[in-house]
C-alpha cells in the first residue's frame, strides 16, 4: 500500500462576493481538511526520519492531516487549466499579496483579498496548505497535525539549542522554540543545571555563561488582580517557556542549549504537498470516493511559488525527488523559489526547528539549512569533495525560475546559487533561470505607505519589485507550455567584475557622510552536526566548526550611486531617488555595526545642489538628475519600457511604475520638492 488521501470539506462560497475577474469571471472558496495515512515501510517514505516511530492505525498506516483552501474558477471551461501552488511562509498565505498587490490574509473571501486581480484575471485554479507541522494556531495559519515520534510509547530525547534576540526591552519569557507561533521541543526537566545558556553581543564573541539560578524554565503570566491591586504577575514552571528575571537585553544573542523530547515527525511535509497536487493534478476520486474538486476538466500544468523559507521548502523539495509521484508523473510543470538564498531545510531532522530562518549575520547562527548543494547545477564542493546538485533528476525535474533580492547576497550567501564552492561563476542548467533584483530588499512590501527605522541606522528599502513576479509566472507558463524560453537569466558574475567580495564593495560605495557600512556578507562555515546528520540526527549542538572561513560569499558590485551592477534592477531603482541597499545596519543598543535580519536601506539623495554642497554628499542631488517631476517620470517610463521590451516586465505594469512615480514618489521617499 503506498498512502491514502482523503479531502474533507468544511465550505463552499463565492470569492470576492461574486465579482468578475475579466474573461474568467467569477471564483469559488474551497476550504477544508486533507487527512493522509502512509505505510512507514513502503520505499518511498524510508527517508522520513523518525516516520518508522511515528504511531500506526489498525492498517498499519501513519496518519497526518493538513488544512487546505483552494480558489478556482466558477465555470472551469473559463480557466487557464493550470493550477499555482501556494507554500505559503510559515503557514501564511502570501502569493495575493506579492502578485496581486493585496490586503494579506489568511482567509482571502473580500475584493479587497484580490487585489489587482493578476492571478484570478489570468485564470489559475489557487491552492494553498499547510505542510509545516511545528507551527501553532493562531493568525488563521494553515495549521498541519504530525504524529510525535516515541521509542514504542517512551519519550525520544536528543540535545535542543535555540537562540533568542529581542528588539523590545523588559520582556522576560520567551518560547523555546524562539518564536510565538512555534511548538517549542518540551524540555526534559526543569532543572536549569541540565542546560546551558550563554549570551553574547556579536556573533563571534565569547560566550558568557548565565548563571542556572539566575534564569528558570517558566513562564511569567499576568493578569487583572484584586484588592486594590489593578494586575498582578505570576512565575509558573513551563517545560516550553524560558524565564529571564532581568530581562533579555536587546541586541544581545542568547544560546540555550538542553535535553528535549517528543519531536514531530516534520519530515511528512513534503510528501504532504506532492501527494495533494499530484491528486488534483490527476485524480478523479480520493480515498473515500469524493470526487476531485477541480472536476473533470483536467489541469495540464502546476506550477508553484514560496518566498524565503518557502523558497527553500521548493528548493529542498526538488532536491529530495518529490517532484516525482508514486505514479512516476512529473508533479510541478514549473517552480518559483523566491528569495531563498542558497538554503535547502532544516525540516527532515529530528528536533528541526522548520520556522526558523536559515541564519543571517546577527541571528541564527550555524542552522544546517545552509547547506550543500547550493545550486542547481553540477559541482564538487572542495571542502568535502561530494559532488552534487539541486536538479539532478531530468525525467521529473521543474523548470526553474529562481528570483532573488539584493539581500539574498549580504544574508542568505545568495551568490552561491550561480557559484561553485570557490567563487567561481557557475553555468546554470538550460532549464533554469537565475534573475538578481539589484538594490531590493527581501521582504519588499507592496502595501508600504512610508518607510520606517525600526532598530535599524536606515530607513527601509522602498524599492517595489512585484512587477517581477508577474512576468516571472507569465513566461514560465510560456516556457511550460509552448517551449518559449524565458529572457536570459540576469545576476551577477566574477568575469565581467559585477560580482565582488565585500573588500572589493567597501571601496567602490560611495562615501556618504553618516552611512556606516557592513563589514562584509555574512559568512558560511564548514559545520559538523555529528556523524548521524543524514540519518536526520543532529548530536552536536552547537555543531563544530571544521573550517570558520568555509564557503566565500559574494556580493554585486555598485556604482558610483551605491546602485548594484550586474542585475536586474527594477524602473525605480534605473531612476533612483536615493540609495537602494540589500542590507541595513542594527542602531545603538541593538547589536549596533551588524546587519539586521532581511531589512534593506533607502539612502535618499539631497534634494538640490545646495542640500548636496552642504552634507557634503559625493551623489549628484535629485535636481541635478531630473529637473522637474515630469523628468523623473520620463525617466520610470523609459526604464520601463526598456524592460517591457525585453520581456523581463507586463506591459499592464508600465501604468503601476507610472502611477507609484507621480509626484516624486512622495509618501516612499519624503520629497519635498514642488
Same mark, same amino acid.
Given at each position: ?102 490586503? /494579506?490574509?489568511?482567509?482571502?473571501? #473580500? ?5 489587482? %486581480? !493578476?492571478?484570478?484575471?489570468?485564470? @489559475?485554479? =489557487? &491552492? ?105 504577575? /505570576?512565575?509558573?514552571?513551563?517545560? #516550553? ?5 532581568? %530581562? !533579555?537585553?536587546?541586541?544581545?544573542? @542568547?544560546? =540555550? &542549549? ?417
Amino acid at each position: 500500500m503506498k498512502s491514502e488521501l482523503t479531502l474533507h470539506i468544511s465550505e463552499r462560497t463565492l470569492f470576492a462576493e461574486g465579482d468578475a475577474f475579466g474573461e474568467t469571471g467569477t471564483y469559488e472558496r474551497i476550504k477544508g481538511r486533507v487527512c493522509y495515512a502512509v505505510d512507514p515501510q513502503e520505499e518511498a517514505f524510508s527517508r522520513i526520519t523518525d516516520l518508522d516511530k511515528a504511531p500506526t492505525n489498525e492498517k498499519g498506516l501513519v496518519e497526518y492531516s493538513t488544512d487546505f483552501l483552494i480558489l478556482k474558477p466558477q465555470n472551469p471551461k473559463k480557466g487557464n487549466r493550470r493550477l499555482f501552488f501556494d507554500w505559503g511562509n510559515r503557514g501564511n498565505i502570501r502569493c495575493l499579496q506579492f502578485f496581486n498587490d493585496a490586503l /494579506a490574509s489568511n482567509d482571502p473571501k #473580500t475584493r479587497e483579498h484580490a487585489g489587482n %486581480g !493578476f492571478l484570478f484575471r489570468r485564470g @489559475y485554479t =489557487l &491552492v494553498f496548505a499547510g505542510w509545516q507541522g511545528d507551527l501553532l494556531a493562531g493568525d488563521g495559519r494553515f495549521l498541519m497535525d504530525l504524529p510525535v515520534a516515541s521509542n514504542h510509547g517512551i519519550s525520544i530525547t536528543g540535545q535542543v539549542r535555540s537562540e533568542f534576540i529581542l528588539e523590545e526591552s523588559g520582556i522576560t519569557t520567551q518560547p523555546l522554540s524562539g518564536w510565538a507561533n512555534t511548538r517549542s521541543h518540551p524540555t526534559v526537566s526543569l532543572d536549569t543545571n541540565q542546560a546551558s545558556l550563554t549570551r553574547r553581543l556579536y556573533a563571534d564573541a565569547s560566550r558568557e555563561e548565565i548563571p542556572s539560578d539566575q534564569w528558570m524554565f517558566a513562564r511569567d503570566e499576568g493578569g487583572s488582580g484584586l484588592d486594590g491591586v489593578s494586575k498582578q504577575t /505570576a512565575i509558573v514552571p513551563s517545560d #516550553t517557556n524560558i524565564y529571564l528575571p532581568g %530581562g !533579555f537585553e536587546t541586541g544581545w544573542i @542568547y544560546e =540555550l &542549549v538542553y535535553t528535549g523530547r517528543n519531536p514531530l515527525v516534520l519530515g511528512l511535509g513534503h510528501p504532504a504537498v506532492r501527494d495533494l497536487i499530484s491528486f488534483l493534478k490527476y485524480g478523479d476520486f480520493d480515498d473515500q470516493g469524493h470526487p476531485n474538486p477541480l472536476g473533470k476538466r483536467r489541469i495540464d500544468k502546476a506550477y508553484g511559488w514560496g518566498r524565503s523559507q518557502t523558497g527553500r521548502a521548493i528548493r529542498d523539495f526538488v532536491y529530495h525527488g518529490y517532484n516525482e509521484d508514486f505514479d512516476g508523473r512529473k508533479v510541478f510543470d514549473g517552480l518559483i523559489p523566491h528569495v531563498s538564498g542558497a538554503g535547502l531545510l532544516w525540516m527532515n531532522h529530528r528536533f528541526a526547528n522548520a520556522v526558523s530562518p536559515a541564519g543571517q549575520e546577527h541571528e541564527v547562527h550555524h542552522n544546517c539549512a545552509d547547506r550543500f548543494p547550493f545550486s542547481y547545477a553540477v559541482t564538487t564542493d572542495h571542502l568535502t569533495g561530494k559532488t552534487d546538485s539541486i536538479l539532478k533528476r531530468p525525467a521529473s525535474d521543474p523548470l526553474i525560475i529562481h528570483t532573488q533580492s539584493a539581500t539574498e547576497y549580504w544574508q542568505r550567501r545568495g551568490s552561491l546559487v550561480h557559484t561553485d564552492t570557490q567563487g567561481h561563476d557557475l553555468e546554470q542548467p538550460e532549464r533554469v533561470r537565475v534573475y538578481a533584483w539589484g538594490s531590493s530588499e527581501h521582504f519588499a512590501d507592496s502595501g508600504m505607505s512610508e518607510p520606517s527605522r525600526g532598530p535599524c541606522q536606515n530607513l527601509s528599502n522602498v524599492v517595489r519589485t512585484s512587477l517581477f513576479l508577474r512576468s516571472a509566472l507569465d513566461n514560465l507558463d510560456l516556457w511550460a507550455t509552448d517551449d518559449v524560453a524565458p529572457p536570459s537569466s540576469r545576476y551577477p558574475r566574477r568575469s565581467d567584475g559585477t560580482l565582488v567580495d565585500g573588500n572589493e564593495w567597501r571601496h567602490q560605495f560611495p562615501q556618504i557622510p553618516g552611512v556606516a557600512l557592513p563589514n562584509g556578507p555574512a559568512q558560511l562555515p564548514l559545520l559538523d552536526f555529528g556523524p548521524d546528520f543524514e540519518k536526520g540526527l543532529l548530536t552536536l549542538e552547537p555543531p563544530l566548526v571544521l573550517n570558520p572561513n568555509g564557503y566565500p560569499t559574494l556580493v554585486p558590485s555598485v556604482d558610483s550611486d551605491g546602485i548594484d551592477q550586474g542585475c536586474l534592477n527594477a524602473p525605480m531603482v534605473l531612476a533612483p531617488l536615493a540609495t537602494y541597499t540589500g542590507w541595513n545596519l542594527r542602531a545603538r543598543g541593538q547589536g549596533q555595526g551588524a546587519m539586521h535580519k532581511f531589512t534593506g536601506s533607502t539612502i535618499p539623495f539631497a534634494e538640490t545642489p545646495e542640500e548636496q554642497l552642504a552634507t557634503a554628499d559625493p551623489r549628484p542631488s535629485i535636481l541635478e538628475r531630473y529637473p522637474n517631476s515630469e523628468a523623473y517620470l520620463d525617466a520610470i517610463r523609459k526604464a520601463a519600457r526598456q524592460l517591457v521590451e525585453e520581456r523581463y516586465m507586463l506591459e499592464e505594469d508600465v501604468e503601476r511604475c507610472l502611477e507609484w512615480a507621480r509626484d516624486w514618489d512622495r509618501l516612499r521617499h519624503g520629497i519635498r520638492l514642488p
